[in-house]
């Protein structure tokens, strides 16, 4: 099956990925021989050619376009089962979040809208809106950062451990604070590679939040969830149609 772009609305995709589902996630499997990550891969496929096409891109051949994201997402860094894993942890944190926040950021990272159509959503005003949606960001960033597992080989290191997620993510430090823990890095190779690890994290961090998003909504309960649709997959989660903007 292969139609033009505007011949697909979302009922349509929804419709196309759901026949093209058996091949992709076979594909996907001969990827990388494991039956979870392909399941995965081929949700975050969907994920994001529906976002492509919500957002007004033209794709000739939305079958092969899917295949194609598939494979470039399997081969995006050579561990798709690290992404995964950042993907799942991240979708644990949102489940902590405040509702509002989760809301405001599912509507710009998954749905794609504007500030203005966030802030109509949420009822809030421009200025507000941005405030708000800066807040989940930093929210979920410094949530994300600490939730990272991982156990220091020193336990006199655990208080610095604990430092390093803010440090990384730019959350305000005292000067003191700040300048122990670099002091401390410069002997310390056990927390020196804990920085660079939640450092390598948090530059991953724009790329995970809409499948982790997108995660989110799929496990919600049928008729639940920040769209309001839960439990549907990602085929029935955009609440305007393809090319409604």
């Not at 496929?45 to 994201?69: I, M």
């Not at 005292?174 to 310390?188: I, K, M, T, V």
């Amino acid at each position: 099956m292969s139609e033009s772009p505007s011949a697909l609305d979302s009922d349509a995709y929804a419709r196309l990925c759901s026949e093209q589902q058996p091949r992709l996630v076979a594909y996907a499997r001969s990827l990388t021989g494991n039956p979870w990550l392909a399941d995965d891969l081929v949700a975050e496929a969907h994920f994001r050619v529906w976002r492509r096409l919500s957002s007004g891109h033209s794709v000739d051949d939305v079958p092969a376009y899917l295949a194609t994201t598939v494979r470039n997402l399997a081969d995006a860094d050579g561990d798709p089962g690290r992404r995964i894993a950042y993907v799942g942890l991240l979708s644990r944190v949102l489940r902590q979040l405040p509702q509002r926040w989760v809301k405001a950021l599912w509507l710009a990272e998954a749905e794609d809208h504007p500030l203005d159509v966030v802030g109509h959503r949420v009822g809030a005003g421009h200025g507000a809106t941005a405030v708000l949606l800066h807040r989940a960001q930093e929210g979920l960033r410094h949530a994300f950062l600490r939730a990272h597992p991982g156990i220091p080989d020193d336990p006199a290191c655990q208080r610095h451990w604990k430092r390093i997620p803010a440090h990384v993510g730019e959350a305000p430090e005292s000067p003191r604070q700040a300048g122990e823990l670099c002091l401390h890095l410069e002997d310390c190779g056990d927390c020196r590679g804990r920085l660079a690890l939640l450092t390598c994290v948090n530059d991953r961090l724009p790329a995970l939040v809409g499948p982790a998003l997108l995660a989110l909504e799929r496990e919600a309960p049928a008729g639940t969830g920040v769209s309001g649709r839960g439990g549907t997959g990602w085929g029935r989660i955009a609440s305007p149609r393809i090319g409604e903007r």
